[in-house]
């Protein structure tokens, strides 16, 4: 099992069970959309006691989801492209939906890819500063590493001063960032 590279023991048997979201179905994927980390079956319950109406992607996370940014600009480094299929059932409730909020940034980067429309695609939609978001108007994330395109997603969503005054609680409170850490959600 591909683990993130600042997880440094061997992967193991309780890898395969924690390193695995309740929404996975489909093999393809080689890491955990990470932000579905935090969702149990008790969790997903109580949020429908409530009304919130989940609705299912396939998403095959990519090895580049680890990668840093390089490229001295932002708009010279070139996104991994990662695979993903929206069922007619989920395109249909986002068309109906009040608000979506993304379970995480390949969920959020899926639905501003295939703009809800059903089918397979794949994307290597960069999302920075500036994007306007046709979809998703909520997002539920992990805290990310600097340098990261997921954190230049993160700041496009909620306003880099907003992310960087999170990111500055995120550190004096000693919040644990990366895949086994964190969350917040961004409304």
């Not at 539920?140 to 969503?157: C, D, E, G, I, Q």
């Amino acid at each position: 099992m591909p683990l993130p590279p600042y997880i440094e023991h061997a992967p193991c048997a309780l890898d395969r069970e924690r390193y695995q979201t309740v929404f996975a179905r489909e093999p393809g994927a080689v890491a955990a959309p990470t932000a579905g980390l935090h969702f149990t079956p008790a969790l997903i319950e109580a949020l429908g006691v409530h009304g919130v109406h989940l609705v299912h992607i396939t998403l095959s996370a990519g090895p580049g989801t680890f990668l840093p940014v390089r490229a001295q600009r932002t708009e010279d480094h070139r996104m991994h492209s990662e695979r993903y299929f929206v069922p007619d059932s989920t395109a249909r409730a986002l068309r109906a939906a009040q608000r979506v909020i993304a379970i995480g940034t390949t969920a959020l980067r899926t639905l501003e890819a295939s703009h809800g429309n059903p089918g397979p695609g794949a994307t290597d939609l960069f999302i920075t500063p500036g994007y306007e978001f046709k979809v998703v108007n909520g997002l539920f994330t992990n805290f990310h590493l600097p340098k990261s395109t997921l954190l230049m997603l993160v700041s496009a969503f909620a306003g880099l001063d907003r992310i960087k005054s999170a990111y500055a609680e995120a550190v004096a409170k000693r919040y644990r960032f990366f895949s086994y850490g964190d969350a917040m959600l961004i409304a």
